[in-house]
Antibody, heavy 118, light 109 residues
Framework: EVQLVESGGGLVKPGESLRLSCAVS????????MNWVRQAPGKGLEWVGR??????????DYAAPVKGRFIISRDDSENTVHLQMNSLKSDDSGVYYC?????????WGQGTLVTVSS | QSALTQPPSASGSPGQSVTISCTGT?????????VSWYQQHPGKAPKLMIY???KRPSGVPDRFSGSKSGITASLTVSGLQAEDEADYYC?????????FGGGTKLTVL
């Protein structure tokens, strides 16, 4: 059974940093395209970025609003994906999900809440 | 990259069919056959319902179907059931990024 478990959310002030983690079991993260998707309170889903599988080059892409501030990385030894979020703004507040569409199925974590407020 | 355009709401009675549209551009929906649809119930994580325009993951009822014409993709839910009431989001691969629609709230009357 595939499981994705996010952690690391919390309350931070504008300008501060936070690191989210997505621990994966049931699949090897280096074999999957892993996404981060966020959802502001009462709003829709917004794609944040992804790290491609090793077979696809392992490259990382970001949405325009977070490019230059967020960094996605992968720890193969821990089978975990990370989202380093720097220079946080109030607009970055919301639930952050990691997800992957792997072997013709979709998997999402339960999400972790990030609140950016002074 | 702008979000894909979805109607904010849709509704139907039990047993009826409803179609939700998702309009993009020639850079996303019109260019790639990588359109997905997600169902999200309140307080829950999204669930993949359709991938690659028309394909259903295992376990998704065949009442859910997807299609695409030009820059518009569609999700059709046939034989509406009470549990289908949820928010639905489309998403499209757009080369280096993925873009989501704004979401459609489906109400089962």
């Amino acid at each position: 059974e595939v499981q994705l478990v996010e952690s690391g959310g919390g309350l931070v002030k504008p300008g501060e940093s936070l690191r989210l983690s997505c621990a994966v079991s049931g699949l090897t993260v280096s074999n999957a395209w892993m996404n981060w998707v966020r959802q502001a309170p009462g709003k829709g889903l917004e794609w944040v970025g992804r790290i491609k599988s090793k077979a696809s080059g392992g490259t990382v892409d970001y949405a325009a609003p977070v490019k230059g501030r967020f960094i996605i990385s992968r720890d193969d030894s821990e089978n975990t994906v990370h989202l380093q979020m720097n220079s946080l703004k109030s607009d970055d507040s919301g639930v952050y999900y990691c997800s992957t569409d792997y072997l013709n199925d979709g998997y999402w974590g339960q999400g972790t809440l990030v609140t950016v407020s002074s | 990259q702008s979000a894909l355009t979805q109607p904010p709401s849709a509704s139907g009675s039990p047993g009826q069919s409803v179609t939700i549209s998702c309009t993009g551009t020639s850079s996303d929906v019109g260019r790639y056959n990588y359109v997905s649809w997600y169902q999200q119930h309140p307080g829950k994580a999204p669930k993949l319902m359709i991938y690659e325009v028309t394909k259903r993951p295992s376990g998704v009822p065949d009442r859910f179907s997807g299609s695409k014409s030009g820059i518009t993709a569609s999700l059709t839910v046939s034989g509406l059931q009470a549990e289908d009431e949820a928010d639905y989001y489309c998403a499209s691969y757009a080369g280096s990024i993925t873009v989501f629609g704004g979401g459609t709230k489906l109400t089962v009357l």
